[in-house]
C-alpha cells in the first residue's frame, strides 16, 4: 500500500529532495549573478530592480531547460557522471537563453568576456554542486 501511495505521489508532484535540488540550484545561480554584481560596484540591497533583472533571465534559462531535459525528473541518486551530464547540458543551454533574454527583453549589454565568464563560472558552480551532492548521496545510500 505505502509503494502505491509513494508512486502516485511521485507522479503527481514534486518531492522534498526535489524541491531542495531546485532551491539549491536557483539559490546558488542568483548567488553568482549578485557576487558579480558585486564585483562591479552593483548594490543589491540598494538596488533590487537591477539585481532581479540580472538573475531573472539565467532563471528563467534554468527552469526552461531543467523542464525540457528533465533535470529534475531523474532521480538525485542517479550516477554521478549522469549529474554531471544533466547539470552540464542544463547549464550550457540554460546560460545561452540568459544571455539572449538578457540582451533581448531586459535590454542589458554586457562586455565581450561576460558569456565566457557567467557559463565558466556557472559550469563550476553547479556541476560541482550536483555531483557533489550525487556522490555524497550515494556514498551514503
Known amino acids: ?3 502505491a501511495v509513494q508512486t502516485t505521489d511521485r507522479s503527481r ?6 524541491l531542495l535540488l531546485g532551491v539549491c540550484d536557483v539559490g546558488l545561480l542568483a548567488g553568482l549573478v549578485i ?5 562591479h560596484d552593483v548594490n543589491p540591497i540598494t538596488q533590487p530592480v537591477a539585481s532581479l533583472e540580472a538573475i531573472a533571465p539565467f532563471i528563467i534559462g534554468w527552469l ?10 531523474q532521480s538525485a541518486a542517479s550516477s554521478v557522471a549522469q549529474a554531471a551530464r ?6 550550457l543551454g540554460a546560460a545561452n537563453i540568459g544571455l539572449l533574454l538578457r540582451q533581448g527583453v531586459f535590454g542589458d549589454t554586457a562586455a565581450w568576456p561576460f558569456p565566457l565568464v557567467i557559463t565558466g563560472f556557472g559550469l563550476l558552480l553547479l556541476v560541482g554542486w550536483r555531483v557533489g551532492y550525487t556522490a555524497v548521496l550515494r556514498r551514503t545510500s
Open 64 to 73: 526552461v531547460v531543467a523542464a525540457v531535459i528533465g533535470l529534475y525528473t
Open 13 to 18: 508532484g514534486i518531492d522534498r529532495e526535489t
Open 35 to 39: 557576487v558579480g554584481q558585486l564585483s
Open 86 to 91: 544533466l547539470t552540464t547540458a542544463t547549464w
Open 1 to 3: 500500500m505505502d509503494s
